[in-house]
């Protein structure tokens, strides 16, 4: 039995026992009484001007005795697992005074129930009618907002919320950030910023780290950068060593962009906590996006150590070539191609067996190429240029000639024809080297 079960349970009890059925006449009405959160939490306190006109809030020891009896029948068969049965012992007495004597505490314990039974949209319109027949009623708001955020019904959940926090005399600053929470949910960010900048200003006491996720994904939301960079700022000041604050602010600064930030921040969060396969792939990538690709090397490389798919592997490739390490690219294009040949590893290794001046092997690779995609234009040019670095003229035309009127390659190719056409009128020159340079592949492999 729940403490909050044997709360509502102990409250009918009490009621039942003061307010037995010979100790008032009919009309007359019970002395008030101190709410003691037994169950249906106690009637908002209202300012002094206002409690001279308005009734105080029922409790249930208001309640007629046969209301006071169907709670607590209801409340035993809850008790028992027998929810349903509960429901039904309401609905009757609510159908049967739903015209007259309508009260809004056994509306709240209906649908309270309801949502026990997992009836929830039954259970919204009665917390609709709670709110309605009793507007000051705090729990009401708050069990119709917390029902309607269940039924992604974000807008009258934050609506609900918020009214049942200025309702409440405690001020939970949680019920302030689900209020918050809804609006974005909803995507009314312009009505949840100020929510949430009050939250972690320190004015309901110590900010919490949930509260700074939410002001920053707001911030995300309106589009607000500066916004958001205060609102870093002030996450990281107050969380330094929390690694969900710098991984929340490397989500921050790649959403805006701001790359080299998202490499600092993501970085730090590693030496918080260890790197995920996939978070050492996003610095990768992030150094690989700020000109830093012998760092993306080395987190790719650690990444892809157990496993890695053609794509990653194309990545690593890429990192070490940039980073002038040709041998480690070599290694990871020829175990990748071994276990899964794509075009583009081909490609790759082509242009590395370029840049090392191996040209017999990146004729080889490019050849791959074009058996993989025929319809690729790039590696007939980058045959044509590797059969003329062998000194193979004829050959090279035979490639060349395929993409001569290729609108992107087209000048690069004529130039190669030129060099060919040269070569073929020229005296046969001595075999060459495979390793050999010539006519500067740098400004004619092209990507």
Not at 238 to 257: C, I
Not at 363 to 372: S, T
Not at 415 to 433: C, F, G, K, V, W
Request: charged share 25%.
């Amino acid at each position: 039995m729940t403490v909050r079960r044997l709360r509502i349970l102990f409250a009918i009890l009490v009621a039942l026992v003061m307010r037995a059925p010979l100790a008032l006449a009919d009309g007359d009405k019970a002395p008030a009484k101190a709410d003691t959160k037994a169950g249906t939490h106690a009637a908002t306190q209202v300012p002094a001007a206002s409690a001279k006109t308005e009734k105080p809030i029922q409790t249930l020891e208001d309640l007629p005795r046969d209301a006071r009896m169907a709670l607590f029948d209801a409340q035993q068969l809850m008790e028992k697992g027998q929810n349903d049965k509960a429901v039904d012992v309401l609905a009757k007495y609510v159908k049967a005074h739903e015209k007259k004597d309508d009260n809004f505490l056994v509306r709240y314990q209906y649908a309270s129930m309801l949502v026990q039974a997992d009836k929830r949209a039954e259970a919204l319109k009665q917390y609709e009618r709670v709110v309605q027949l009793e507007p000051r009623y705090d729990d009401g708001w708050l069990g119709l907002g917390e029902t309607a955020y269940g039924l992604s019904d974000f807008k009258r959940a934050a609506e609900a919320l918020q009214k049942g926090y200025d309702l409440s005399t405690e001020k939970r600053p949680e019920l302030l950030y689900y209020a918050a929470a809804a609006r974005l949910q909803s995507g009314d960010a312009a009505g949840a910023l100020p929510m949430l900048e009050d939250l972690t200003s320190g004015q309901h006491g110590a900010p919490k780290f949930e509260w700074f996720r939410g002001l920053v994904s707001g911030c995300l939301q309106a589009e607000d950068k500066e916004r958001g960079q205060r609102a870093v700022n002030a996450m990281l000041e107050k969380f330094p060593s929390n690694p969900d604050a710098w991984y929340l602010a490397f989500q921050f600064y790649a959403s805006t962009s701001n790359y080299q930030q998202a490499a600092v921040s993501l970085t730090v969060v590693g030496y918080l906590r260890p790197l995920t396969r996939q978070e050492h792939m996003q610095l990768g990538d992030l150094y690989s996006a700020i000109d830093a690709p012998a760092a993306a090397a080395d987190h790719y490389t650690v990444a892809t150590k157990d496993s890695t798919s053609s794509t990653e592997a194309e990545r690593v490739a890429s990192a070490f070539m940039a980073s002038y390490q040709p041998d480690s690219a070599m290694v990871v294009l020829n175990k990748s191609i071994g276990k899964e040949p794509t075009y583009k590893l081909w490609s790759l290794l082509g242009d590395l067996q370029v840049m090392e001046k191996h040209f017999d092997e990146a004729y080889k690779a490019f050849n791959e190429c074009v058996k993989l995609s025929p319809s690729e234009p790039r590696p007939y040019m980058m045959l044509g240029y590797c059969a003329l670095e062998l000194n193979q003229p004829d050959l090279a035309m035979t490639h060349l000639t395929v993409v001569a009127e290729d609108k992107e390659y087209k000048e690069r190719v004529e130039m190669l024809i030129q060099r060919a056409q040269i070569m073929r009128s020229a005296p046969t020159p001595e075999p060459a080297d495979s390793a050999r340079g010539g006519g500067g592949p740098q400004s004619l492999s092209g990507n």
